[in-house]
């Protein structure tokens, strides 16, 4: 499986951005797909994961970050609103699954870097 992430940048506080990751064909078909986000002397936490029962959220994001998934374009996306400093980090895509927290199933993309800032 292929992912790529794209989108990440410098954002105010309480302003949006939205990361777009585009997977390889067909890996909808097979994987939940989600966010993970390191932020600097910071383990890797997992953000959200989508499959084909519905999303799921880290307790950190919920409300504030949607994530969404596009079949025919093979692109899971991740909207974040209400952003804060601490929402600072390098956000990763990723094969996913969820239980009490996201965690990863194997694959990885490159992250991009989202800098919460005035």
């Known amino acids: 499986v292929q992912l790529q992430a794209s989108g990440g940048g410098l954002v105010q506080p309480g302003g949006s951005l939205r990361l777009s990751c585009l997977v390889s064909?067909?890996?909808?078909?097979?994987?939940?797909i989600g966010w993970f986000r390191q932020a600097p002397g910071k383990e890797r936490e997992g953000v959200a994961c989508?499959?084909?029962?519905?999303?799921f959220y880290a307790d950190a994001v919920k409300g504030r970050f949607t994530i969404s998934r596009y079949k025919r374009s093979n692109t899971v996306y991740l909207q974040m609103n209400s952003l804060k400093p601490e929402d600072t980090a390098v956000y990763y895509c990723?094969?996913?699954?969820?239980?009490?927290?996201?965690?990863?199933?194997?694959?990885w993309g490159r992250g991009t870097q989202v800098t919460v800032s005035s």
């Open positions: 064909n067909f890996a909808l078909d097979y994987y939940a």
């Open positions: 989508i499959s084909s029962s519905g999303p």
């Open positions: 990723a094969t996913c699954g969820y239980g009490e927290k996201v965690y990863n199933t194997g694959y």
